[in-house]
Nanobody, 124 residues
């Protein structure tokens, strides 16, 4: 089983940048796909970005392409989400997730492991 703890996030002005980190525990981290989801008030949770276990393949939702970058450091058991050119519509709680593959994350195929979530607020 994988346990996930997010850090980072917070409040930023539109056009600014933030980074989210997700530290994972568990012996299978380096072989698992990782991803970031977000959930805004009144909306469903959606996959923002995902990365395979090697870091060689990534997925991005269309609305974050060119602005967000997902990466991982298997030596540190950590996955990152660098968010640039932030917009007010990016405001949400962001969740780190882990699953057996990138495709499992994007398609939300269980089992998925979740972090506790971090608030990201982008002021206009």
């Amino acid at each position: 089983q994988v346990q996930l703890v997010e850090s980072g996030g917070g409040l930023v002005q539109a056009g600014g940048s933030l980074r989210l980190d997700c530290a994972a525990s568990g012996r299978t981290f380096s072989t698992y796909g990782m991803g970031w989801f977000r959930q805004a008030p009144g909306k469903e949770r959606e996959c923002v970005a995902a990365i395979n276990w090697t870091g060689g393949a990534t997925y991005y939702a269309d609305y974050v392409k060119g602005r967000f970058t997902i990466s991982r450091d298997n030596a540190k058991n950590t996955v990152y989400l660098q968010m640039n050119s932030l917009k007010p519509e990016d405001t949400a709680v962001y969740y780190c997730a882990s699953a057996r593959s990138l495709s499992s994350i994007v398609a939300v195929v269980p089992p998925l492991y979740w972090g506790q979530g971090k608030q990201v607020t982008v002021a206009a």
